[in-house]
Nanobody, 114 residues
Framework: QVQLVESGGGLVQAGGSLRLSCAAS??????MGWYRQAPGKQREFVAR???????NYADSVKGRFTISSDNAKNTVYLQMNSLKPEDTGVYYC??????????WGKGTLVTVSS
């Protein structure tokens, strides 16, 4: 049974930082990443990392967010710095198995106040 469990969300002032974690289990993953969804908005891509360490970021977070992973622990992290109110939303962990199945976590809420 594949499970993705996010943690680390919370309330932070603009300019502050948060670190999100996603602990995955139940499979071997080739890609893990983060998406977010603000109220009334579509879910959007934030960042991803492959098992080889290649990373990609949405333009809106490039230079502020850093994704990293611990493959031995099946855990991915998102370090979020210089947070802006528009970063507010539910952040979802996403993972693709080596068998090309995609799974989602339940999400963790990030609120950035102005």
């Amino acid at each position: 049974q594949v499970q993705l469990v996010e943690s680390g969300g919370g309330l932070v002032q603009a300019g502050g930082s948060l670190r999100l974690s996603c602990a995955a289990s139940g499979s071997i993953f080739s890609i893990m990443g983060w998406y977010r969804q603000a109220p009334g908005k579509q879910r959007e891509f934030v960042a991803r990392i492959t098992s080889s360490g290649r990373t990609n970021y949405a333009d809106s977070v490039k230079g502020r967010f850093t994704i990293s992973s611990d493959n031995a622990k099946n855990t991915v992290y998102l370090q979020m710095n210089s947070l802006k109110p528009e970063d507010t939303g539910v952040y979802y962990c996403n993972a693709q198995t080596i068998g090309d199945l995609i799974y989602w976590g339940k999400g963790t809420l990030v609120t950035v106040s102005s």
